[in-house]
């Protein structure tokens, strides 16, 4: 049995990664392996793997009548698994909708239509440089897809517009890495107790800027001359310039909020983005409580809420059980005394985990190394110190697993949005824009081992 779930593990990773060439979604794939990893588990698994022996004693604690249950037990184990995920889950759904209610109020044009260079040079590190910070603050998917629709609206040339669009994969990627809000991967960090928020921004933020400059130097060189003429948009909606204000520091607002809410109240990050988006909800339902049903529809948060990416949504959560069920199986554990031995180093091994996302998705593999390297307690063993809370193992895999993605452009969610709404090839892109890339990702990598 512990090769058919991770054949079936490998084969729903083939599909995922090329979702574009055999035309299934990776949300329906990854549900699927998920869901599968479970039922072949719990109807194979006869005896526990060491990894689980721990965990069945507490359920036999807590279930003296159910001593030798393993279907209970593997039940029991889903429900712990799937109270981790939700609180991730709904995290992600709650900052979706508050940065659609903020889109669907333009209020992000304030930003754009203060963008005024004309030279190429000058508006690749104006892009760079807000869409690093906004990263931070929103996420590097919204990131993406925000300057993506702005430099289509300043940058008629479709050549000169996919240069930007590689910086801009390279930047949102590295300003989610040093954010607990900007990147999926981080934020599972934080929420998993990994990582805190105070921490993962003063350790990470420069090798992250790092991993952003070295290429945006180079792609400086590259770029030469003015933009030529401009494109024309007009908003979709006459928004009041107020309306566009408050929906953009309340939604912000709110978002930056969350650490300082998890911080006063030692509640879970969930709890503090919904807070949050009931502040905004309730804002923007009494801006616009004058108005007819039908005007007021669009700036609704239940508007929000019908657009948010749902597919993605349940992605992560098919993936998260999958992985799930690769700890339970035992195979998390193996894998983790498999790398300890071939590299005995902590950097090698989340170099190659970051390499790794180029390709894979970096949401599984961080779901793995969750699974494979559990959070130690304050210990004076060498190895062990670093996967303590804030220990450099997760520091240096929300960095690696974060910027890692940029390599190519399959490789993170912004690169994904980028390729689909510019239309970029993957060759273009593996020319012209992997090398710097792959050279930013090791300028970070090594002035973070080099200050630990």
């Not at 049995?1 to 949300?27: R, S």
């Not at 479970?38 to 006869?46: D, E, H």
């Not at 239940?302 to 998260?320: E, N, T, Y």
């Amino acid at each position: 049995m512990f090769i058919a779930i991770i054949a079936l593990f490998i084969l729903g990773y083939t599909l995922i990664i090329t979702e574009h060439t055999v035309k299934i979604d990776k949300a329906a794939t990854a549900l699927f392996i998920g869901v599968g990893c479970w039922v072949l588990l719990v109807m194979g698994v006869m005896i526990l793997p060491a990894s689980s022996q721990i965990a069945f004693s507490h359920y036999q604690t807590l279930h003296p009548d159910n001593q030798h249950d393993l279907i209970g037990f593997f039940e029991f184990r889903l429900m712990e698994h799937l109270q981790e995920i939700a609180s991730i889950l709904l995290f992600l759904m709650g900052a979706m909708t508050i940065v659609e209610i903020i889109d669907a109020h333009e209020g992000f044009s304030i930003i754009t239509q203060l963008i005024t260079a004309k030279k190429k040079v000058s508006l690749l590190w104006i892009i760079s440089i807000i869409t690093f910070f906004l990263s931070a603050a929103l996420d590097n998917l919204t990131t993406a897809i925000v300057m993506v629709s702005l430099i289509r609206k300043i940058i008629p040339d479709t050549q000169t517009r996919w240069f930007f669009g590689g910086i801009i994969i390279i930047a949102a990627n590295a300003g989610g890495a040093w954010s607990p809000l900007g990147d999926v991967t981080t934020t599972m960090l934080w929420i998993g107790g990994q990582i805190s928020a105070g921490n993962i921004i003063t350790q990470l933020f420069l090798p992250s800027l790092f991993s952003m400059l070295v290429p945006l130097i180079i792609l400086s060189v590259v770029l030469k001359g003015n933009i030529d003429g401009s494109s024309t948009s007009t908003p979709s909606h006459e928004v009041e310039k107020k309306d566009q204000y408050i929906a953009l520091l309340f939604g912000l607002g709110g978002l930056l909020f969350v650490p300082i809410f998890k911080t006063i109240t030692h509640l879970p990050p969930f709890m503090g983005i919904m807070f949050s988006l009931g502040v905004l909800w309730m804002v923007t339902d009494w801006m616009h409580g004058r108005k007819l049903d039908t005007e007021k529809s669009r700036f609704s948060a239940l508007s929000a809420l019908r657009k948010i990416d749902m597919p993605s949504v349940l992605f992560f959560l098919g993936i998260l059980l999958a992985v799930g069920a690769l700890q339970e199986l035992g195979a998390l554990a193996q894998a983790s005394i498999w790398l300890k031995d071939q590299f005995q180093n902590i950097y090698a091994i989340n170099i190659i985990i970051g390499l790794l996302s180029a390709v894979i998705d970096n949401v599984p593999l961080v779901a793995a190394s969750m699974g494979m390297y559990p959070i130690a307690e304050m210990t004076t063993d060498a190895w062990l110190q670093h996967f303590v809370q804030d220990g450099a193992f997760w520091e240096f895999l929300a960095y690696c697993a974060g910027t890692g993605g940029s390599i190519l452009i399959i490789g993170s969610a912004a690169g994904v949005a980028v390729m689909g709404l510019e239309k970029i090839t993957f060759g273009w892109y593996f020319k012209k824009i992997t090398p710097w890339a792959f050279l930013g990702y090791f300028s970070g990598a090594v002035y973070f081992m080099l200050t630990h």
